[in-house]
């Protein structure tokens, strides 16, 4: 029986296989050591490379958010680490590496070891701020967990007694490099936290390799330092490399001289500001004083005549304000007058006169309002603006008057 071919296009081929490589878990986070070559530097920033091994080659690509973060210069015929996810470009047709982060092969075991224990103990949660104690501002007693001899026990030490020389200093000799070192780190703060003899704990070494510092990067040391009640100052001798022991620490100090000067404070500026607080304080006591003084003078006795004296001023302050009220008043008083008057001029019947009106009255002062309270031979009173006239009614001619 014949069956029709199943075809398929190289896009198809090509999305199916990267399908496939996308979809494996092991594949898309995965360490590969190699030998670097055809090491090219794009413009872009990207980087690419070919790793290597006896037998086979393998293509890889760091684009430039990853490149740029990368601690040391990548060259041909370096081996190195690469950790990334292998894919397929589907428009070469090629499966290759993507490389996320990349470190040189003589560190990769141990580095994939710390990274694993970072993760590990960041997701449990012995990083957060949140346990972190605060470092004590007056320390009666600084513990040291160190090598009794050697620079970084001498550099806590000289720090301590110059700064703060009222603190006692308690060493213990721990082992800070070599096989069971962790366990002698981790012993010594469990003891210190079982006899409580310290306010403080610095926990540390001089610098080093990794290899000699990896002490601090042992979970035992990590989780030693997680539990201690007593505040914890990290003093790995690193300025720039972070170990387990400065994640979990409660404060972190990047050489072991840095640590004695976080853990104590310092003399030299205690003094001073005991000194200010004693100006300021001498300042406040003298106001203070000086405000009794007066006030107590303001209650002292006086005597008849400075009572007298005092009674005078009073006396002349108030004539002053009596002055000055009566003159004010005054002053409104003959404004309203003026303008009373003015009011009154405005509604005058003279005002109208001195129009050439005049005003008709009975010799009893009435006002004549028509002709015919007029009488013939009666005399009747005429006034003008500018004075009046007694008038004589002689005749008038009523019809003609309507």
Request: proline residues 4%.
């Amino acid at each position: 029986m014949n069956t029709e071919p199943k075809i398929a296009t190289v896009s198809q081929i090509n999305g199916y296989i990267k399908k496939i490589l996308d979809g494996n878990i092991i594949l898309n986070d995965i360490w590969i050591k190699g030998e670097i070559s055809n090491y090219k530097l794009h413009y872009s920033g990207h980087m690419y490379i070919t790793l290597k091994d006896e037998g086979s080659v393998l293509k890889a690509v760091m684009f430039r958010s990853n490149a740029s973060r990368l601690a040391f210069r990548p060259e041909d015929g370096m081996k190195v680490l690469a950790r990334g996810k292998l894919s397929v470009y589907e428009t070469g047709g090629v499966y290759q590496l993507y490389i996320s982060e990349m470190i040189p092969d003589g560190v990769g075991e141990l580095y994939i070891a710390f990274e694993r224990l970072k993760k590990k103990l960041q997701e449990e949660g012995l990083f957060s701020s949140e346990y972190k104690k605060p470092i004590p501002k007056f320390p009666e007693c600084v513990g040291v967990v160190t090598a009794p001899t050697g620079a970084a026990v001498r550099d806590i030490i000289n720090v301590i007694t110059r700064r703060y020389p009222y603190a006692k200093i308690l060493l213990y000799p721990a082992q800070v490099q070599g096989n069971g070192a962790a366990e002698s780190v981790a012993e010594a703060i469990e003891l210190f936290n079982k006899n409580k003899n310290a306010d403080v704990l610095i926990v540390g070494r001089g610098g080093g390799s990794i290899e000699d510092l990896w002490a601090f990067n042992e979970e035992r040391v990590a989780r030693a330092i997680f539990n201690s009640q007593i505040p914890v100052i990290s003093a790995v001798g690193h300025e720039t490399d972070f170990t387990i022991a400065d994640f979990v620490a409660d404060l972190r100090a990047p050489t072991p001289s840095a640590a004695a000067e976080l853990a104590v404070p310092s003399q030299t500026e205690l003094l001073s500001y005991v000194a200010t607080c004693t100006v300021r304080m001498k300042n406040y006591m003298s106001r203070e004083i000086e405000t009794l003084r007066l006030h107590l003078e303001r209650l002292k006795p006086k005597s008849p005549y400075e009572r007298i004296d005092e009674l005078r001023q009073r006396t002349d302050e108030l004539l002053k304000r009596c002055e000055n009220g009566f003159g004010m008043t005054v002053l409104r008083n003959q404004k309203k007058l003026s303008e009373l008057e003015a009011k009154l001029d405005a509604l005058s019947p003279l005002k109208v006169m001195s129009r050439g009106f005049a005003v008709a009255s009975d010799m009893n002062n009435r006002i004549i309002r028509s002709e015919k309270e007029l009488r013939i031979a009666k005399d009747f009173l005429l006034r003008f603006s500018d004075g009046s006239a007694v008038c004589k009614v002689m005749d008038y001619d009523e019809k003609e008057m309507m």
